[in-house]
Nanobody, 113 residues
Framework: VQLQASGGGLVQAGRSLRLSCAASGSIVGIAPMGWYRQAPGKQRELVARINISGDTTYADSVKGRFTISRDNAKNTVYLQMNSLKSEDTAVYYC????????WGQGTLVTVSS
C-alpha cells in the first residue's frame, strides 16, 4: 500500500488549504483513514480520522475549522483546513489503517502570522 499526500504549502493566517491523500496498492475494501501532524519539537498528534462508516473524529484544536472527507471510489481522503492559525504549522501525515497502519510521506503546512 502506498499513500501519496499533496496540498501543503505556505499560507497566511486565516486562509485555507486542502490536503489530499491517495492510497494505492493492495487495498481490500474501505479502511479508516486520516491525518496526523507533527510540529517542530512536538509529538505527532491526531488531527482527524474518518472511519468506514463515515464517522469522524477531530482534535479539539481543529474542531470547527477542519473537515475530513473521503472519496471511497478513489481511495482518497481530504482535509479541508480553514481559518488557519500559526499553531497549525506542522508536517501533516496521512494514514490508512488495515491490518497495519500505512503512512504517507508527509506534507509541510506553514502558516504565517
Amino acid at each position: 500500500v502506498q499513500l501519496q499526500a499533496s496540498g501543503g504549502g505556505l499560507v497566511q493566517a486565516g486562509r485555507s488549504l486542502r490536503l489530499s491523500c491517495a492510497a494505492s496498492g493492495s487495498i481490500v475494501g474501505i479502511a479508516p483513514m486520516g491525518w496526523y501532524r507533527q510540529a517542530p519539537g512536538k509529538q505527532r498528534e491526531l488531527v482527524a480520522r474518518i472511519n468506514i462508516s463515515g464517522d469522524t473524529t477531530y482534535a479539539d484544536s481543529v474542531k470547527g475549522r477542519f473537515t475530513i472527507s473521503r472519496d471511497n471510489a478513489k481511495n482518497t481522503v481530504y482535509l479541508q483546513m480553514n481559518s488557519l492559525k500559526s499553531e497549525d504549522t506542522a508536517v501533516y501525515y496521512c494514514f490508512l489503517a488495515v491490518s497495519q497502519t500505512y503512512w504517507g510521506q508527509g506534507t509541510l503546512v506553514t502558516v504565517s502570522s
